[in-house]
């Protein structure tokens, strides 16, 4: 214990007009949050005020990063702060390290009332990257968007906030640390626990894992590679997949957390995981992986690269879940996905006569399908995958549901995603992403763009291209309704479906770093004849993505020649 009690400051600021959190809280360059006096302890303090006084005295929260720069910094502050303002007991990460989905299993687990996840996900990171500061509710998810306008609204009139300048922790000393405050008559306790700990547990309740171990470590030993990328999952690769689950120590590389991710954006996708792509096109290794900075989102490669595109994933766990003892025992509620990811899902959940809920992209809408008990697996196209054992996405869970089917059905990566095809259909889907575009320039051609496919006349409209000629059946604004509390979400996104369902969707996003706006276009083409499933996918999504590029004009609108991106 302190010998004497440590002061309470309270300090004068001025608010800032840019901090409405977006779908992955509030995203900026670090050198802003760096920079700018009083960014960071402005926001803390719009989180910590949004919280019911009554509900803040004395409540647990938990603290962790992805480990990126400037997280360190941040944490000290948090800290101070949350002592300031009446916060009971923080739990952080050992080093200040808590992937996302560790973040809501130990909320959810020990009843915290939210938690405080530092990352900018898949974004760069160091001292010229991107920062993020997230807040996480008491069921584990993210905020929903009433939460998220509080905060907002308390940034914008924001004049001083608490803090304990004096309070400092170590946080390489795992255990138990209490410190006595002024005017305060119980004093601040702060717990460093190990990082990967509580969420193994809940791990090993879910999966079979002699049965996984079995599979890395018998004679037919399989041979696998799983890229951590320099973020946050390299503690819980090593620990969960080769300590626990036998994969020799060579199956796990990039496992040391960087402040800068060695240089390269932590993004597990074909274009930014290219050690890991060209590892497996050599043939030694019969499953891949990679993750993001923060283990939320992952990426699925078989034998030769085979590459398993993220809504093909959610489909295929969809229709092996029998593989997994936690939905064997509890059974199968519901599936749900995010509008833009290809209906692939959707023909599990018919197949299956399950529930089928389509929602807005932000991974708060699945939790509240899951906290009323509707729904019980959930994906998006952008590489996230879950299930209602917790409220994030999460990546190295997605991983482990990989390695129970494959072990289940004696199969490789390949050849269970053929059989899915052969059974199912294959949905042809891309993603072409227009990254760093001026947002006045985005807005308005989203905007001219709604104003094209909302005409009358659009709907009866027929484009050639080539010898196919499509149909538009329906276009619309995509707006959703929340089955369970009726809140509604509008202008999710703009959707062109086509009579022989094939579908154009476009989505502007800015949760990047105040890199300006991303506006996203999906294509995608249902295939029932496996004679058809071996084509390449750009070759038949191509008249698609050519519509999409002449009603949007989009290269000429931005001056672009191209996306940054193709998924």
């Known amino acids: 214990m302190e010998t004497s009690p440590i002061p309470v400051v309270t300090v004068q600021t001025a608010p800032f007009e840019d901090q409405r959190p977006g779908t ?63 916060i009971g007991r923080l739990v952080i990460g050992h080093n200040g390290l808590l992937s996302t989905p560790a973040v809501s299993c130990i909320i959810r687990k020990i009843k ?27 069921n584990g998810g993210p905020s929903p968007d009433t939460v998220m306008e509080r905060i907002y609204q308390v940034s914008r009139t924001l004049e001083e906030y608490a803090i304990c300048p004096d309070l400092r922790i170590d946080l390489s000393r795992l255990g138990r640390h209490d410190f006595d405050l002024e005017n305060k008559f119980k004093p601040f306790r702060v717990e460093i626990v190990d990082s990967v700990e509580v969420y193994l547990q809940l791990l090993r309740n879910i999966f079979d894992f002699n049965s996984i171990k079995s599979l890395l ?63 497996m096109k050599g043939g030694d290794f019969g499953f891949g992986a990679a993750f993001d900075a923060d283990g939320d989102r992952y990426m699925i490669l078989g034998e030769n690269g085979f590459f398993v595109n993220p809504s093909d994933s959610v489909a295929i766990m969809a229709a092996n879940l029998s593989a997994i003892p936690y939905f064997r025992q509890l059974g199968v509620k519901g599936f749900a996905r995010s509008m833009a990811t290809s209906t692939a899902l959707d023909r599990v959940a018919k197949a299956l006569k399950l529930a089928l809920y389509e929602t807005p992209t932000g991974w708060r809408y699945f939790g509240n399908l899951m906290d009323s008990g509707r729904c019980s697996l959930c994906g998006e196209e952008s590489f996230g995958t879950g299930s209602d054992h917790i409220r994030e996405k999460d990546g190295l869970w997605s991983v482990l549901v990989w390695l129970s089917i494959m072990a289940a059905r ?30 006045r320039a985005a807005f308005y051609l989203m905007r001219d763009l709604e104003a094209v496919i909302s005409d009358k006349a659009f709907t009866s409209q027929k484009f050639a291209v080539g010898d ?18 009726g809140t509604v979400a509008r202008n999710q996104g703009l959707r062109i479906i086509f009579s022989d369902a094939s579908r154009v969707v476009f989505r502007m996003s800015g949760s990047g770093g105040g890199m300006g706006a991303t506006i996203r276009i999906y294509a995608e083409s249902f295939e029932r004849d496996p004679e058809r499933h071996n084509r390449e996918t750009q070759v038949v999504l191509g008249p698609l993505i050519a519509i999409a590029l ?14 940054n991106i193709i998924t």
């Open 217 to 279: 470590t018998g004679p037919n030993q399989l041979k696998i590679h799983i890229d951590a990328m320099n973020g946050v999952m390299g503690p819980y690769v090593r620990r969960i997949l080769c300590d626990e689950l036998g994969a020799p120590a060579n199956s796990a590389v990039n496992c040391v957390p960087l402040e800068d991710f060695g240089g390269r954006p932590p993004e597990p996708s074909l274009t930014y995981a290219t050690s890991l792509v060209d590892a």
């Open 550 to 563: 002449k009603i949007s004009n989009i290269h000429e609108r931005t001056g672009r020649r191209g996306p």
């Open 112 to 138: 915290a009332i939210g938690g405080i996840i530092l990352t900018a996900s898949h974004n760069p990171g160091g001292p010229s990257g991107d920062f993020g500061v997230k807040f996480n509710v008491a």
């Open 468 to 485: 196919h000629v499509y149909n538009v059946e329906r276009a619309d604004n995509y707006e959703y309704i929340d089955p369970v509390d």
């Open 24 to 86: 992955n809280g509030l995203r900026r360059k670090t050198a802003v949050f760096e920079g700018r006096r009083n960014y960071l302890q402005n926001y803390i303090q719009s989180v910590l005020s949004s919280i019911d006084l009554r509900d803040r005295q004395g409540c647990t929260m938990v603290v962790g990063s992805d480990g990126r720069y400037f997280s360190r910094a941040a944490i000290e502050v948090i800290v101070q702060m949350a002592a300031a303002n009446g």
């Open 410 to 439: 004696k199969q490789g990566v390949e050849h269970i995603v053929r059989e899915h095809w052969a059974k199912f259909g294959r949905n042809y889907f891309c993603r072409f992403d227009y990254e760093g575009l001026d947002p």
